[in-house]
Structure formats: structure tokens, C-alpha cells
């Protein structure tokens, strides 16, 4: 492995503030310095802020809305025309 030519590796916690969740990692974002931190069990780590965790997708919270398809087929006949579609009868 060539020297000087990788980015820091090091512990740093992802906060999902929607869902009050702290996950404490290691990752190459742990480099930036300037960033906002976080202090855990009397240490100092940087923080990243995520939109999205397993803790509040609506997919793994069961939160999730469902899309109501009824009628969308109707809807698109009705407004392309039934049979249209690839040269079929008019």
C-alpha cells in the first residue's frame, strides 16, 4: 500500500435526528475536522447528520403509505385511447 496517498479512517457517529438515533462507526468521513462533534461515554467524536436510517424509513417503520393504483389503467385508456398501444386496433 503506498503511503501518504489515503484518507484518515476513524470513529465517527451518523445522527438520524428524526428518529434520535446515534450510530457509532468507523468511516473516511471522520477527516473532516471542521464539522460539528458529538461527545459519547466522555469522548469526542465528529458527526454526520443523515436524513434516512433504518430507524425511520417508512419502509422498516411500517409507516409507509400505500399507493392507491385503482383506476390508473382506466384513467390512462381513457385518455390514450384502449388498443392504441402498438399498432393494434383503433
Known amino acids: 500500500m503506498k ?3 489515503h484518507p484518515a479512517y476513524g470513529p465517527v457517529v451518523f445522527r ?3 428518529a434520535d438515533l446515534l450510530v457509532l462507526t468507523r468511516s473516511t468521513l471522520a477527516a473532516r475536522s471542521d464539522g460539528p ?3 459519547l461515554d466522555g469522548v469526542t ?3 454526520v447528520d443523515v436524513d434516512v436510517s ?3 424509513h417508512p419502509f422498516w417503520t411500517g ?3 400505500v ?3 385503482e383506476g390508473r389503467v382506466q384513467a390512462f385508456e381513457r385518455r390514450y385511447g384502449k388498443g392504441r398501444a402498438g399498432g393494434g386496433e383503433r
Open 37 to 39: 462533534t458529538v461527545e
Open 45 to 47: 467524536y465528529p458527526v
Open 16 to 18: 438520524d435526528r428524526s
Open 63 to 65: 409507516r409507509g403509505r
Open 54 to 56: 433504518a430507524a425511520s
Open 67 to 69: 399507493v392507491d393504483t
Open 3 to 5: 503511503k501518504d496517498i
